[in-house]
């Protein structure tokens, strides 16, 4: 029998993605995603963080005109240095209301006592977040090519 694969199985506990929009993802606390799901263990908290919250910066900064290669070195800064480090740096990202919630969200990492779990945790969330960049605007070359 052929399984209908427009939407989850029945016994499937994984969650369905809801649908939202930009504009809905843009609304999102992000500090708070990152305060709660950090240093979660694997489960809601850490797939909001990873999903919509992953989404969500990635609408943020693709908006103030980030690119995906400044986003993946901050995520290497993280990594080497840690969130503490790369939250006092003057300019995270290039562009200063791109800076400005970078280091807000760094900061709302950097106050959690996660240690160096965090610090790869946060690396790999914006390494996420320079992917989706990466693909928005991948997409949007596409569009125009067409």
């Not at 708070?32 to 992953?54: E, I, Q």
């Not at 400044?70 to 990202?93: I, M, N, Q």
Request: proline share 6%.
């Amino acid at each position: 029998m052929r399984r209908d694969t427009r939407g989850p199985d029945m016994n499937d506990d994984a969650p369905y993605p809801p649908d939202r929009t930009d504009d809905e993802l843009a609304r999102l606390d992000i500090t708070v995603l990152l305060r709660y799901g950090l240093t979660a263990a694997p489960g809601t908290r850490r797939t909001a963080l990873f999903g919509d919250g992953a989404a969500a910066a990635a609408v943020i900064l693709d908006r103030l005109g980030t690119e995906p290669r400044s986003v993946a070195f901050l995520a290497d800064t993280v990594r080497a240095g840690g969130l503490a480090r790369a939250a006092e740096l003057p300019e995270p990202l290039p562009r200063r209301e791109a800076a400005v919630l970078a280091r807000e969200w760094l900061r709302a990492g950097a106050e959690l006592v996660g240690g160096i779990a965090a610090d790869d945790t946060a690396a790999n969330w914006l390494r996420a977040v320079a992917t989706i960049i990466e693909l928005k605007q991948l997409t949007r070359a596409r569009g125009r090519s067409t």
